[in-house]
DNA sequence: AAAAAAC
């Protein structure tokens, strides 16, 4: 299977003629790098600004400690400041390694791969695009494709390599596997006349209905006026696709992992023709709760040419491990820092001592202005739910919320009010954490401290996306201090300050998180207690 | 370390 690279999306807006100028800026720079050595000019002012998602990282990321686990450093002799790093050239870079050459025998792509932040690794790992046009050259794009893409106003290819994948939060991972996919299946099933074999040939995997459904809306963008097959799985389509000739005809499934499951035990689906399976929010699909069910898809899918593809902003060892014992021969790809926010998110923590002190914190927010829509996350629905009441009872507008405890009408017209612009403030769970693209959201507040690194990188990446700013506020409270300095070095490390008093807290020992834990299971059996909910109690 | 999410 032909693998290839994107390298970058831009935003909603599109002006061809701005496209052609930036694309002619892009090729001098690339063509002509002997002239970036010498000029003390920035390289990346030649990059168009939506596709510079680095572009306020000059503080933090030279931070950032040489000891890093980011294996794709690991070839560097010594691990040089970030900040020169960044601005030296391929050239400079083979010096290091005393390679005498002057740099026109280096692979093809590393110098623009260099210039991105992209690092790839494998065998055979073909050279990047710069611009859609070079697929044109270098691949069969079926036209129809091309040109829908164009009439979706995307600007610039995004990093991406079939197989291990991890890319910061808005940087066009969607597109970047769908693209791919979608070209190399050429045409639609219906129009093949069985040289494909028949049933599916594609299953893309997302750990929310919300998030499976908004990669279901980017595909039809693709589709556009051709016979693309495309099904968001549910009980509803999962039932209209009980007969097998329906089932024949449908190129592309989208669906959570549990859905699928179902049908699959109840013989009700066939992935034997599953050429491609990309699990997006893979770290997410490959916890505990999830794995045994996406393991079972796996080993539905037994055609012999599969292509695998995981994709994430965030890949901890552990879940790294289970997806290289997934993947058969992957490359991997990273662009800029693994578990890294994009410096254009910037972030800071605000201290409000207990919980009671939130409410009052959150509405003096409010009583200045401020920018909406605006996303707020809790660590409960419960929490959600009460919040978002108690922000109504307190005059704020358009307050909404969402949760997975509410009905998939409910959650379904709360995701469209937020998409037509309707809802200023959307209070939710984790639900909303991964993945979701709402345009307009230049503001995060974590009102309930985020549960992990993992957790807390994809929640503020609901701003800061495809090249836009944005800002992200977290709540702390007494009780979150153990878990407070990891949150602090994501901070530094994605080029925001933190006070000094936080980076001397001492890295908390195992025992002293679980003493932690321990008040908080005994104040939360006195509250439940005093309430007379001893139901609550048993339960955990 | 822990809640949420998946049907």
Known sequence: MEAFQLLSRGGARFHKQRFKSDVQLFTHAVTKPEKSVNAPVNQDSTLPPELDFFKYAQGGRAKRKAGNTDPSSSSAPSRPDVRSKRRKTNHETED??????????????????????????GSNVPPPIEVFDDLLDRFKIPHRLMSNLMDNHYKYPTGRRDLAAISPTGTGKTLSYLFPIMSLLGAPISSLKGTEGSGVRAILLAPTRELAHQIYNECLKLAVRRKWRVVLYSKATASTLRDKNARDKVDI?????????ASIQEGNLDLNNVRHLVLDEADRLLDSEFLAQVQEVISACTHPEIQKAVFSATLPAGAEQLAMGILRNPIRIVVGLKDTPLPLISQTVTYVADDASKLPSLLTYFAQPYNPPLLIFTSTQPRATSLAEELTLNGIANVDCLHAGMTKKERDDAVSRMRRGESWVMVSTEVMARGMDFKGVREVINYDFPTSVQSYIHRIGRTGRAGRDGKAVTYFTDEDAPYLKSIANVLLQSGSSVPDWILKLPKPSKLKKKQMGKIKRAETVNAARKIGRNDAIKKR
Do not use: H, M, Q
């Open 96 to 121: 290091f390694d005393g390679n005498e050459d002057d740099g026109d025998d280096a692979p093809e792509g590393d110098a623009l791969r260099e210039r991105v932040r992209v690092t790839a690794k």
């Open 253 to 261: 499934v989208i669906s959570t992992p549990l859905r699928l499951v």
